[in-house]
Structures are given as structure tokens and as C-alpha cells.
């Protein structure tokens, strides 16, 4: 099985090209730098990896309009090696994702304004009182036990 999972911020604008022919497709490419979760005996000091992904068609084209740098998404994908030979005769080998579906990570404004899309409007907040507001859960308002469908 051949498939990725990744989240990170774009490191710079998608470069988008279209294919030749009676219909053209879009090809997106761009750059995730992707935190890694811990730095065990990390002697370059690195604490990212930037991680190579294109996006085809319709990915292509959502990329080209909505993506920008440090946009934050999450990118699945398969990952995909090729090679090449370069201008000087020398073998250079390739790994990038291939982006089977991308989404948006953050709101717009979670990012302050600096890429993303929120996707229209937002969702109404519920300000109900919790007596320990770090435990992730909130509290239910008395009398609603009624309309809940489970016990």
C-alpha cells in the first residue's frame, strides 16, 4: 500500500503550469514544510521536513486559486520516485507526493490573514460555562438532557 498523510505549511506560492493539448490540465506544484514531532539526537539543528507535492486537474486548479505560502493543509497522496538526466549528463532522482486530496488545515483567520480560505461563513460559537476549561470538554447547559438522542 502507497499512502501518505501529511500536514504542514506551504514554504512558498504552488508553481501551476498547464498541460499541451485539446485539454489541458492543471499541474501544481509546491513545497510542504512538515514539523517533526520530536528531535532525537537532531545534529543539524532541522525540526522540518519539506516534502515535494503535485497536484493534477482539478487539485491543480483548487491550488493555483486558493493555496498560498504558509498556508496550512493537510495533503493524502501516494508518493511517486522518478529520474531524470540533468543539463550536465549526471543521474538525478526524484520523490514527491501525489496529491490525491488537500484541505484546508486552519481557518483564514487562524493563520492572521496570511493564506487558507475559511470556506464561507463560520459556525456559530456555543459559550456554555466550564468549570475546568483545560479538561477539552464542554459542560451541557441544565434541561438539555431531553433533547439529546442517547443517554
Do not use: H, W
Amino acid at each position: 500500500m502507497n499512502k501518505v498523510i501529511l500536514m504542514g505549511r506551504l514554504t512558498r506560492d504552488p508553481e501551476v503550469r498547464y498541460s499541451q493539448g485539446e485539454s489541458s490540465l492543471a499541474i501544481a506544484r509546491y513545497s510542504l514544510a512538515v514539523d517533526r514531532r520530536f528531535n532525537r539526537n537532531n545534529q543539524d539543528g532541522q525540526t522540518a521536513d519539506f516534502i515535494n507535492c503535485v497536484a493534477f486537474g482539478k487539485s491543480g486548479e483548487f491550488a493555483e486559486k486558493y493555496l498560498k505560502k504558509g498556508t496550512k493543509i493537510a495533503v493524502t497522496g501516494r508518493i511517486q520516485t522518478g529520474s531524470y538526466t540533468n543539463k550536465e549528463g549526471q543521474k538525478v532522482y526524484t520523490t514527491e507526493v501525489v496529491v490525491e486530496d488537500q484541505e484546508f488545515a486552519e481557518s483564514k483567520n487562524a493563520n492572521g490573514g496570511n493564506g487558507g480560505f475559511s470556506g464561507g461563513s463560520q459556525a456559530p460559537a456555543f459559550d456554555a460555562p466550564s468549570s475546568n476549561p483545560g479538561d477539552g470538554f464542554i459542560n451541557l447547559p441544565d434541561g438539555i438532557d431531553e433533547e439529546l438522542p442517547f443517554n
